[in-house]
């Protein structure tokens, strides 16, 4: 069976799925916005809640017992809206130059692409970054050769993930349907659980992604037993958010869905 004969669409996620290995970008944003503020993140603490718009993930943050204690100490009083907002706009000019510095596709990415289209499926993408936030990675995405025909950004659909609104909004405006036509492809829990909740065809990337949360060169440094469980436990942690399929990264996306469609 073709590609073609089973889906129609396959939507990406960015950070840790398509660019950025070990979706690095974000966490050392956010640590250095919070930090600015006195107050110290674990990169526990920031990985628990990727995948959510980026202003959904700072109120997570301050929603945090400890993380809003150490804001207290540090600032003088409890987090509030105001410090939220404030947060939240800072960011912005952070993640920039974190997601620019960290745009390189990841090894496979772009051949995937290439063979999704020649099989004729579309491609769409959306990301808990804002559209801001997004300009330098479209740019330097396009410089190597991955153009997607869709995107949603943070902040374009009342709810961010896990709802699938972004989901539904990328179908509705490309006329893409039934759902179970759609591949949704992503590396954080927060985002399988969107393709999940859409009615998609949902695959986790493991080894790329934020479970293990690692550059291509520290992961490879690993000691194979060390990396091989590391990459499981982020697996598992996938499927559990409602995965249909997870995989090492998107260079085995292709025959992977081949091997579902038949």
């Known amino acids: 069976m073709s590609l073609a004969t089973r889906f129609d669409l396959v939507i990406f996620d960015w950070a840790g799925t398509m660019v950025d290995f070990g979706c690095r970008a974000p966490v050392n944003a956010l640590r250095d916005a919070f930090g600015r503020r006195g ?3 674990t990169e ?33 009083a409890a987090p509030t809206a105001r410090d939220s907002d404030a947060l939240i706009a800072e960011l912005g000019p952070l993640m920039r130059e ?51 025909d869709h995107l949603v950004c ?8 896990p ?33 999940r909740a859409a009615g998609c065809v949902t695959v986790g990337v493991a080894a790329s992604g934020n479970g293990v949360g690692l ?6 440094a690993l000691p194979a037993p060390e990396r091989d469980a590391r990459i499981a436990a982020a ?12 995989l090492d990264s998107v260079a085995n996306l292709v025959p992977a869905l081949e091997r579902y469609a038949d």
């Open 39 to 41: 107050v110290s993140l």
């Open 44 to 76: 526990q603490e920031i990985r628990r809640d990727m995948g959510k718009a980026k202003a959904d993930h700072v109120r997570a943050l301050l929603d945090n017992a400890r993380i809003a204690a150490a804001w207290a100490a540090a600032n003088g």
């Open 98 to 148: 974190q997601a620019a510095q960290a745009a390189t596709l990841i090894d496979g990415a772009r051949a995937t692409v290439d063979a999704l289209r020649a099989a004729g499926l579309r491609i769409a993408s959306s990301t808990g970054y804002t559209r801001e936030m997004m300009e330098p990675v479209l740019e330097r995405a396009a410089a190597q050769g991955y153009v997607p």
């Open 154 to 161: 943070s902040g374009e659909t009342p709810q961010g993930r």
């Open 163 to 195: 709802s699938p609104l972004m989901i539904y909004k990328a179908c509705a405006e490309l006329g893409v349907w039934p759902l179970s036509r759609v591949v949704k492809v992503d590396d954080a829990e927060a985002g399988v659980a969107e393709g």
């Open 215 to 220: 550059s291509a060169a520290a992961l490879a």
């Open 235 to 246: 697996g598992k942690a996938l499927y559990a958010a409602g995965a249909d399929l997870v």
